[in-house]
Protein backbone atom coordinates (compact mmCIF):
# COMPACT_ATOMS: atom_id res chain seq x y z
CA UNK A 1 0.00 0.00 0.00
CA UNK A 2 1.19 3.37 -0.80
CA UNK A 3 -0.33 6.57 0.44
CA UNK A 4 0.67 9.64 -1.59
CA UNK A 5 0.19 13.19 -0.41
CA UNK A 6 0.09 16.29 -2.77
CA UNK A 7 0.87 20.13 -1.68
CA UNK A 8 1.89 23.30 -3.22
CA UNK A 9 -1.34 24.17 -5.16
CA UNK A 10 -2.58 27.81 -4.90
CA UNK A 11 -3.66 30.83 -6.96
CA UNK A 12 -0.96 32.88 -9.70
CA UNK A 13 -1.14 35.02 -11.99
CA UNK A 14 -0.11 34.28 -15.60
CA UNK A 15 3.62 33.96 -16.07
CA UNK A 16 4.25 32.58 -12.58
CA UNK A 17 5.06 29.93 -10.77
CA UNK A 18 4.66 27.42 -8.66
CA UNK A 19 6.43 24.29 -7.30
CA UNK A 20 3.98 21.16 -6.07
CA UNK A 21 5.12 18.44 -4.13
CA UNK A 22 4.45 14.40 -3.56
CA UNK A 23 5.13 12.86 -0.47
CA UNK A 24 4.81 9.00 -0.82
CA UNK A 25 4.59 6.89 1.79
CA UNK A 26 3.92 2.94 2.39
CA UNK A 27 5.99 -0.23 1.49
CA UNK A 28 8.36 -0.38 -1.15
CA UNK A 29 7.46 3.51 -2.34
CA UNK A 30 11.24 3.09 -3.90
CA UNK A 31 10.06 0.88 -6.39
CA UNK A 32 7.68 3.15 -7.84
CA UNK A 33 7.75 5.41 -10.71
CA UNK A 34 5.56 8.65 -10.16
CA UNK A 35 3.32 11.00 -12.64
CA UNK A 36 1.67 14.02 -12.11
CA UNK A 37 -1.94 14.33 -13.44
CA UNK A 38 -4.09 17.32 -13.97
CA UNK A 39 -7.93 17.81 -14.57
CA UNK A 40 -9.92 21.19 -15.54
CA UNK A 41 -13.29 21.24 -14.77
CA UNK A 42 -15.08 20.08 -17.80
CA UNK A 43 -12.09 18.13 -19.51
CA UNK A 44 -10.74 14.58 -19.33
CA UNK A 45 -7.47 14.02 -17.51
CA UNK A 46 -4.28 15.17 -18.87
CA UNK A 47 -0.95 12.88 -17.56
CA UNK A 48 1.37 16.10 -17.35
CA UNK A 49 4.56 14.71 -16.60
CA UNK A 50 6.38 11.55 -15.21
CA UNK A 51 9.62 10.40 -13.29
CA UNK A 52 10.96 6.59 -14.02
CA UNK A 53 12.22 4.95 -10.94
CA UNK A 54 14.35 2.56 -13.18
CA UNK A 55 17.10 5.17 -14.87
CA UNK A 56 15.69 8.48 -13.20
CA UNK A 57 14.64 9.20 -16.59
CA UNK A 58 11.38 12.03 -17.12
CA UNK A 59 9.35 12.65 -19.62
CA UNK A 60 6.84 16.08 -20.11
CA UNK A 61 3.59 16.08 -22.44
CA UNK A 62 4.05 18.41 -25.16
CA UNK A 63 1.93 21.48 -23.33
CA UNK A 64 4.59 21.96 -20.60
CA UNK A 65 7.72 20.86 -21.99
CA UNK A 66 10.18 23.79 -21.48
CA UNK A 67 7.99 25.01 -18.40
CA UNK A 68 7.54 22.17 -16.11
CA UNK A 69 10.35 20.15 -14.58
CA UNK A 70 9.91 17.11 -12.62
CA UNK A 71 12.33 15.80 -10.16
CA UNK A 72 12.80 13.42 -7.23
CA UNK A 73 14.58 13.27 -3.71
CA UNK A 74 14.82 9.99 -3.06
CA UNK A 75 15.94 10.51 0.70
CA UNK A 76 12.61 12.44 1.11
CA UNK A 77 10.81 10.04 -1.12
CA UNK A 78 9.12 13.30 -2.49
CA UNK A 79 8.41 13.76 -5.89
CA UNK A 80 8.38 17.70 -7.33
CA UNK A 81 6.65 19.47 -10.19
CA UNK A 82 8.50 22.89 -10.80
CA UNK A 83 6.04 24.69 -13.18
CA UNK A 84 6.90 27.92 -14.75
CA UNK A 85 5.58 30.44 -17.21
CA UNK A 86 2.23 29.34 -15.74
CA UNK A 87 -0.68 29.97 -18.10
CA UNK A 88 -4.24 30.50 -17.69
CA UNK A 89 -4.90 27.00 -19.31
CA UNK A 90 -2.68 25.28 -16.82
CA UNK A 91 -5.50 25.68 -14.47
CA UNK A 92 -6.87 22.46 -13.25
CA UNK A 93 -6.61 19.58 -10.04
CA UNK A 94 -3.05 18.18 -10.00
CA UNK A 95 -2.53 14.95 -8.42
CA UNK A 96 0.43 12.66 -8.55
CA UNK A 97 0.35 8.83 -8.91
CA UNK A 98 2.36 5.57 -8.59
CA UNK A 99 2.97 2.92 -10.48
CA UNK A 100 4.71 -0.23 -9.82
CA UNK A 101 6.56 -0.04 -13.63
CA UNK A 102 10.07 0.68 -14.02
CA UNK A 103 9.20 2.92 -16.26
CA UNK A 104 7.16 5.90 -16.59
CA UNK A 105 3.85 7.15 -18.85
CA UNK A 106 1.22 9.49 -18.83
CA UNK A 107 -1.57 7.36 -19.18
CA UNK A 108 -3.37 6.78 -15.56
CA UNK A 109 -4.49 3.60 -16.48
CA UNK A 110 -0.74 2.60 -15.70
CA UNK A 111 -0.88 3.57 -11.68
CA UNK A 112 -2.08 1.97 -8.77
CA UNK A 113 -2.16 4.93 -6.24
CA UNK A 114 -3.27 8.22 -6.42
CA UNK A 115 -3.44 11.19 -4.24
CA UNK A 116 -6.26 13.38 -3.42
CA UNK A 117 -5.02 16.11 -5.72
CA UNK A 118 -3.89 20.23 -5.17
CA UNK A 119 -6.06 22.94 -6.92
CA UNK A 120 -4.06 25.18 -9.27
CA UNK A 121 -5.82 28.21 -10.75
CA UNK A 122 -3.66 30.69 -12.72
CA UNK A 123 -5.62 33.65 -13.29
CA UNK A 124 -4.95 37.17 -13.05
Known amino acids: QVQLVESGGGLVQPGGSLRLSCVAS????????IGWFRQAPGKEREGVSC????????YSADSVKGRFTISRDNAKKTVTLQMNSLKPEDTGVYSC?????????????????WGQGTQVTVSS
Open 97 to 113: AASFSPYCTVFGSNYDY
Open 26 to 33: GSRVDYYS
Open 51 to 58: FSISDGST
